[in-house]
């Protein structure tokens, strides 16, 4: 899930779709926890962005996402530190309308898998995963 996670902050599509299928292949693993650990890594991305844009040193930002952690009680699929340190370096490659399209993503996705079955799970977090790889700008 670590790397999956890292993969999708980087943008890196071709290793994201790669561990796709390790990542569900893993026990207690399944597309609602895959969405719940993205939820939280791409809002704190988006809280990240947010304080950046205002002005806020690296160092508030890490403290924010500490803090955040903390009193949210988030679920970012992976140890505290290295989530921190991923979601660091994500908010240097991620723009606001670029974060606003991955958190609708996830909404669509999130209903997507709590309703009838249309795709598998694997399908479901592949489209995910694609439409986090994809720069708009340059698909249009």
Excluded at 45 to 74: C, H, M, N, Q
């Amino acid at each position: 899930m670590t790397d999956l996670l890292d993969a999708l902050a980087d943008r890196n599509a071709a290793k994201a779709v790669a561990l796709v299928p390790v990542v569900l292949a893993q026990p207690n693993a399944n597309v609602v926890t895959a969405i719940m650990a993205l939820a939280t890594q791409m809002s704190a991305v988006a809280w990240g962005r947010a304080a950046r844009d205002r002005g806020v040193p690296a160092a508030g930002i890490s403290s924010g996402f500490y803090t955040l952690l903390k009193e949210g009680r988030a679920f970012p699929g992976r140890p505290w530190k290295d989530a921190v340190a991923g979601w660091q370096r994500a908010v240097q490659r991620w723009m606001v309308p670029e974060l606003e399209r991955a958190l609708h993503d996830l909404l669509a996705a999130d209903t997507a898998a709590k309703e009838t079955r249309v795709s598998s799970d694997e399908q479901l977090l592949m489209s995910l995963v694609l439409s986090f790889c994809t720069d708009r700008q340059k698909a249009a």
